[in-house]
Structure formats: structure tokens, C-alpha cells
């Protein structure tokens, strides 16, 4: 699985946009980028994923530029409850392989 | 609304105990893993199936080991529990063939050895 490089951490207002970068400029073209995020130690949970297309749900969207190098995962009005640590995982979709998670961004929404 | 079950949520337990973390999944997932997580640390994998019967260790080493005899249910269990043991238990599953592979976890066991 391709490596991904995330800020440490970052802050956003609540009511914000939070706009999460990550690098994977080793992706391949049949990885996916995945986002996880874990509120304060509970189990980690699944966000949103995208091959090379923009993709939103009703969680966050997600913008992957058009080399798929980068991507950001946006949370269009941050609240406090989206405190957490946000993972970014590119991972082919067939892989045999476990997700790693690696150590992730660290959002703080304040009020 | 989880459909993955851990339990217990917290255990606190004497050294050389025998315990076992139970982990259960009513979502028919051929996938189960177990991670390992510190308090703001990383999670490191230490356990993963494939499917009944199959189980392998993960990236890190732990002493705990690991049954898969049903889909449904992926214990985990510790002979002889030290303080070194003492951390968070995280259990999760995926299904293969979805179509985004998405892991499911459960909340957790925080393990205490005293």
C-alpha cells in the first residue's frame, strides 16, 4: 500500500470548513484513498473513500486532485463532536493486506 | 447501532490471570482483525482472519492468541496476563467483494493488568 503524509494536527472554529490535506504521491492507479477518523479512543470510524472522482456523502466530501497525488477531506461545518483523529489510508480495494493507519491528523474544533 | 460486540468494555485483572476478549459480528464479514492501541498512540495490528479457521499475526508481536471457529465470533485470549498487557483492544471486520471494503469496528476493551 502506498505511503500517506498527514499534518500532525489542526485546528478549525466550529462552524467552519475543515479542510484535511494528505499526501500519497506514491498511489497506485488501483488504490483507493480512504478517510477514518477515531473520537477519543473509540473504535476508528469509516468516513468516506474515493478512487480518482470527488465523492460526498452526508459525512464530509472528498477532493482528489487529477494526478491523485494529494487529496482533502472537507467537513463542510465543523462541530465540536468532530473532534478526532482523522486517518487517510490509500489501500487497493482487493488488497489482502489490513488496514495501517499510521498516525494521523489530529483535529481540535474550538468553539 | 453497532453491529460488532465487544465485551467487556473495561477489565482490570491480576497478573498471571487467564482472559479472554470476545468479539462478535452479526454482519456475516469473512474478515475480522484485532488491533492494539495505547493511550495516543497508534493501532497496531496484532491479529487478522480471512475467514473460519484461518488466522495470522499481525505487524506487531503480542503473546495473545486467536481462534476463528465461527464467522460470527474472533476471541482473543490472554494465558497469563501481565502489566506490559495492560492497553486498548480493538476488534473490527470487513467483507470482501463490497464495494468499498469498509472496516467496521467495535468500541473496545480497555485492559488494565494490576
Known amino acids: 500500500d502506498a505511503k500517506t503524509t498527514q499534518p500532525t494536527s489542526m485546528d478549525c472554529a466550529e462552524g467552519r470548513a475543515a479542510n484535511l490535506p494528505c499526501n500519497h504521491s506514491?498511489?497506485?492507479?488501483?488504490?483507493?484513498v480512504y478517510w477514518y477518523r477515531q473520537i477519543h479512543s473509540q473504535g476508528p470510524q469509516y468516513i468516506i473513500h474515493?478512487?480518482?472522482n470527488n465523492e460526498t456523502n452526508e459525512m464530509a466530501s472528498l477532493i482528489i486532485t487529477e494526478d491523485r497525488k494529494s487529496s482533502t477531506l472537507i467537513l463542510p461545518h465543523a462541530t465540536l463532536r468532530d473532534t478526532a483523529v482523522y486517518y487517510c489510508?490509500?489501500?487497493?480495494?482487493?488488497?489482502?493486506?489490513?488496514?495501517?493507519f499510521g498516525k494521523g491528523t489530529s483535529l481540535l474544533v474550538t468553539p | 447501532e453497532a453491529d460488532i460486540y465487544q465485551t467487556p468494555r473495561y477489565l482490570v485483572i491480576g497478573t498471571g490471570k487467564k482472559i479472554t476478549l470476545e468479539c462478535s459480528q452479526t454482519?456475516?464479514?469473512?474478515?475480522m482483525y484485532w488491533y492494539q492501541q495505547d493511550p495516543g498512540m497508534e493501532l497496531h495490528l496484532i491479529h487478522y482472519?480471512?475467514?473460519?479457521?484461518?488466522?495470522e499475526k499481525g505487524d506487531l508481536s503480542s503473546e495473545s492468541t486467536v481462534s476463528r471457529i465461527r464467522t460470527e465470533h474472533f476471541p482473543l485470549t490472554l494465558e497469563s496476563a501481565r502489566p506490559s498487557h495492560t492497553s486498548q483492544y480493538l476488534c473490527?471486520?470487513?467483507?470482501?467483494?463490497?464495494?468499498?471494503?469498509?472496516?467496521?469496528f467495535g468500541s473496545g476493551t480497555r485492559l488494565t493488568v494490576v
Open positions: 489510508i490509500v489501500r487497493a480495494a482487493n488488497s489482502g493486506y489490513a488496514l495501517n
Open positions: 473490527a471486520s470487513s467483507a470482501q467483494g463490497t464495494p468499498n471494503y469498509g472496516y467496521t
Open positions: 482472519s480471512y475467514g473460519v479457521n484461518s488466522t
Open positions: 454482519m456475516g464479514h469473512d474478515k
Open positions: 474515493g478512487l480518482k
Open positions: 506514491t498511489i497506485s492507479g488501483n488504490e483507493y
